[in-house]
């Protein structure tokens, strides 16, 4: 069984920054094989995608929204993926999961497994 468990959320102070990780497991599932993303969702409002990085760890991809505070990254080896998020802003405030999939790599329906999700809140 497939299971992506997210951790380093919390609550910080705007301006604060955050570091996140994606730890991927299963006898059967190949982490390094899979692009990965991770979206956000807050109160009232449809997940939306975050940041997204391929299978090759070289690509990536992220919403206008955050561009030039967060970073993706992923290590392979340890079937890991990360997101450092600097500047928060309390707009950032969100439940954020992990994702892992072969499709459309910027969109909810391009991923197939999915963590249950962090929460990260942002004070101004």
């Known amino acids: 069984q497939v299971q992506l468990v997210e951790s380093g959320g919390g609550l910080v102070q705007a301006g604060g920054s955050l570091r996140l990780s994606c730890a991927a497991s299963g006898r059967t599932f190949t982490f390094s094989a899979y692009n990965t993303g991770w979206f956000r969702q807050a109160p009232g409002k449809e997940r939306e995608f975050v940041a997204a990085?391929?299978?090759?760890?070289?690509?990536?991809a992220y919403a206008d929204s955050v561009k030039g505070r967060f970073t993706i990254s992923r290590d392979n080896a340890r079937s890991t993926l990360f997101l450092q998020m600097n500047s928060l802003k309390p707009e950032d405030t969100a439940v954020y999961s992990c994702?892992?999939?072969?499709?459309?790599?910027?969109?909810?329906?391009?991923?197939?497994?999915w963590g249950q999700g962090t929460q990260v809140t942002v004070s101004s």
């Open positions: 990085i391929r299978w090759t760890g070289v690509t990536t």
């Open positions: 994702a892992a999939g072969g499709g459309i790599w910027t969109s909810v329906s391009g991923y197939t497994t």
